[in-house]
């Protein structure tokens, strides 16, 4: 079983900058990827970005690339995603997920319970 913690969120003014991190315990056997999720009041849940165990391969959305950056430390079994430029857009519950494809949005496992990422305009 594995838990995934997420931090870093709150409120920011548009423009401005947030880093999320997210530390994973336990064991999971063939599920290293890791990824971002969010869902909006009213939306989807969308894929933002998802890397592979290596931290060479990465996966960005159409709305977040150019802006967020995710990133790992497997030492301390923690993924970060660095927001930049951010938009009342994206404002939004950000997940993180545990699964055994980087890109595959729909073969995430495991799953933490969230935090808040609101951009005021």
């Known amino acids: 079983q594995v838990q995934l913690v997420e931090s870093g969120g709150g409120l920011v003014q548009a423009g401005g900058s947030l880093r999320l991190s997210c530390t994973a315990s336990?064991?999971?056997?063939?599920?290293?990827?890791m990824g971002w999720f969010r869902r909006a009041p009213g939306k989807e849940r969308e894929f933002v970005a998802g890397?592979?165990?290596?931290?060479?391969?990465?996966y960005y959305s159409d709305s977040v690339n150019g802006r967020f950056t995710i990133s790992r430390d497997n030492a301390k079994s923690t993924v970060f995603l660095q927001m930049n430029g951010l938009k009342p857009e994206d404002t939004a519950v950000y997940y993180c997920?545990?699964?055994?494809?980087?890109?595959?949005?729909?073969?995430?496992?495991?799953w933490g319970p969230g935090t808040q990422v609101t951009v005021s305009s």
């Open positions: 336990g064991r999971a056997r063939g599920n290293t990827a």
């Open positions: 997920a545990q699964g055994p494809r980087y890109s595959d949005s729909s073969a995430y496992v495991y």
């Open positions: 890397i592979h165990w290596s931290g060479v391969y990465t």
